[in-house]
């Protein structure tokens, strides 16, 4: 898919509904930035065994999930997490907020909202997601083996023009998934190492900003996700992801995603990472290289 030569430019309505969006961005913003010096009942877990919220809303790095659960709440604690996250590439970028709610350390339950803007197009795409993520047995610090998790996404696409146009099948779709973590403590140079790895089973095309399955093949693909850090010291995480990509569309490429991530955990209350992303073609669009920044907040 190409951009025209002479795009649409956005009607007085479009700017409006723009700005309202802005807006909201910008409050979210603001209140995972207040809730941070008054949440109390954020959970006793460690610092930064809950990772960050990542793409989905699930617990993980920015682009892969992990098997920790989102917070730090203990096997008798109830904790939850709120997160903004901004993605920006050559010509999209993705916009999204998520709440999450764990329960005892054994089952996290998320919400999101993405938007997506086609820059080039002067377009947007909004979806919604869904999940629950079920602890099964281990602990990625403590256990020799490492955590094991399953857990289940449900994503509703809300504009499913573009993704009709470029073929999708369905505007909604269920993701499965399989992961493993752990945390080797002294791992490398004296530091604590994590590495992480899940099996997802998948329709999405793009988490489903391009909706799901195709004419020609509308099955479930298994791909992988793939995270490795070091803790630099106790609040700084340095690591890379890599994250498999079905590639359901025909004439429209969609390329594995790989980052460089940098956490910084000053608390329980309070995280930030940045991320160099590399997403490859998306939509037809080559080369998508940029950043990807989190805020997140514990309550």
């Not at 080797?184 to 099996?199: E, P, T």
């Not at 399955?213 to 690591?239: C, H, K, M, P, Q």
């Not at 997403?279 to 998508?288: E, K, N, P, R």
Request: hydrophobic share 40%.
């Amino acid at each position: 898919m190409k951009a025209t030569d002479h795009p649409v430019p956005a009607t007085g309505l479009e700017r409006r509904r723009n700005a309202v969006r802005q807006g909201h961005w910008l409050v979210l913003m603001m209140l995972c930035v207040l809730i941070t010096p008054s949440a109390h009942a954020q959970g006793s877990r460690i610092w930064a065994t809950g990772g960050i919220t990542n793409i989905n809303g699930a617990g993980g790095g920015g682009l892969t999930t992990w098997s920790v659960l989102n917070g730090y709440a203990s096997d008798t604690e109830t904790s939850g997490t709120a997160a903004i996250a901004r993605t920006g590439v050559d010509d999209f970028s993705l916009d999204s907020a998520s709440v999450g709610f764990n329960w005892a350390n054994r089952l996290a339950v998320t919400v999101s909202r993405s938007k997506l803007d086609v820059q080039p197009l002067h377009s947007s795409i909004e979806q919604q997601t869904a999940g629950l993520k079920l602890r099964l047995v281990g602990d990625a610090l403590y256990d020799r083996f490492g955590q094991y998790s399953a857990g289940i996404q449900y994503t509703h696409n809300s504009d499913f023009g573009i993704p009709s146009l470029l073929g999708a099948a369905d505007n909604s779709g269920v993701d499965f998934y399989f992961a493993a973590t752990k945390v080797f403590l002294a791992g490398i140079a004296n530091r604590n190492v994590l590495v992480s790895a899940a099996a997802r089973a998948t329709k999405a095309n793009q988490l489903g900003l391009l909706g799901f399955g195709s004419a020609t093949d509308n099955s479930y693909d298994l791909v992988g996700e793939f995270s490795a850090g070091i803790f630099l010291t106790r609040r700084w995480l340095f690591g890379a992801e890599y994250r498999q990509k079905p590639n359901k569309l025909a004439g429209v490429d969609e390329d594995d995603w790989k980052s460089l991530y940098l956490v910084y955990v000053p608390s329980r209350h309070f995280s930030v990472a940045a991320a160099y992303v590399d997403l490859g073609s998306v939509a037809g669009f080559d080369d998508q290289n940029g950043y990807f920044l989190s805020l997140q907040t514990g309550f």
